[in-house]
C-alpha cells in the first residue's frame, strides 16, 4: 500500500485510490467544488514528493487554460499509486465562507474519463 503524507500527517491508501478522496480520508476537508471533474481547481495541491510523471489530458487543458500549468496539480485527477507527500492548497479550514462544504463527492474513479499522457508530451 502506498504511503501518503498530508500535513504532516501519514496514511496508508490502498493502490489506484483517487488522490482527493484520500486526502479527504486523511483527515483533511479539501476543496472539490465541482465534484472532481477537473473543471474548479479547487481540490489543487502541491507535491514535495512523489509527484505523477503523468497526466490526464483534462488536467492538463484546465491548468493551460488558466495559466496555472506547473504551479500546482488537481488531485481529483490523479490516483495514488506510489507513496506522495502532498500539501492541499484549499481546504474547508482555509476556506470558512464555505462553512465545512468542500463540494459534491467525487466518484470513485477519476472523471472526465481519464486519457492519460506523460507531462511532457503535454508540453509540460
Known amino acids: ?6 500535513n504532516g500527517k501519514t496514511s496508508q491508501v490502498e493502490a489506484g485510490k483517487k488522490l482527493v478522496l484520500a ?3 486523511a ?23 512523489g509527484e505523477p510523471a503523468e497526466m490526464t489530458r483534462a488536467e ?15 488531485s481529483c485527477q ?15 479550514e482555509n476556506t470558512p465562507q464555505w462553512n465545512g462544504d468542500t463540494g459534491p463527492d467525487p466518484e470513485a474513479n477519476v472523471t472526465p474519463e481519464a486519457e492519460w499522457f506523460e507531462k511532457a508530451e503535454l508540453g509540460e
Open 1 to 6: 500500500m502506498p504511503k501518503l503524507i498530508v
Open 23 to 25: 486526502i479527504e480520508e
Open 27 to 49: 483527515g483533511v476537508g479539501i476543496g472539490h467544488r465541482c465534484g472532481g471533474n477537473a473543471r474548479c481547481t479547487t481540490c489543487r495541491v502541491e507535491f514535495e514528493n
Open 60 to 74: 492538463y487543458n484546465k491548468l493551460k487554460n488558466n495559466g496555472t500549468l506547473g504551479q500546482f496539480r488537481l
Open 78 to 92: 490523479i490516483v495514488v499509486n506510489a507513496d506522495m507527500t502532498v500539501k492541499p492548497l484549499v481546504t474547508a
